[in-house]
């Protein structure tokens, strides 16, 4: 299975944006991303939606499909009750923002689609 590398998309946008000799205020401007977002996005804080992927992609030079890779699929399972490590807690809370994430994506596909 393929899955976005939140790491790989940091050092590129990072990257390119510097190659470039652009601040993240001047990037916000050619994209329409929030600066803030631009920011977050290079600390692996945030994942753009599939329509400022492409923006970013287009103003920086990189190929989206460049930054996946192949991963192992992750098996997280919830236990009921209070007594769970610091680490399941921690892929619980993975687990659910992932489902909002998929989401927001599938949301947003379908609202481009329907455009």
Known sequence: MKQLSQTKLADIVKRQRNIKGMTQEQLCVQTGINRTMIGRIERMDYLPSIPQLEILGKVLDFEILNLFEE?????????????????????????????????????????????
């Open 71 to 115: 991963k192992k699929p992750t098996v997280f399972t919830a236990f009921r009750g209070a007594n769970l490590s610091a680490e399941e807690q921690d892929g619980i809370e993975h687990l659910f923002d992932m489902m909002l994430a998929a989401k927001q994506q599938i949301i947003l596909k379908r609202a481009l689609d329907h455009e």
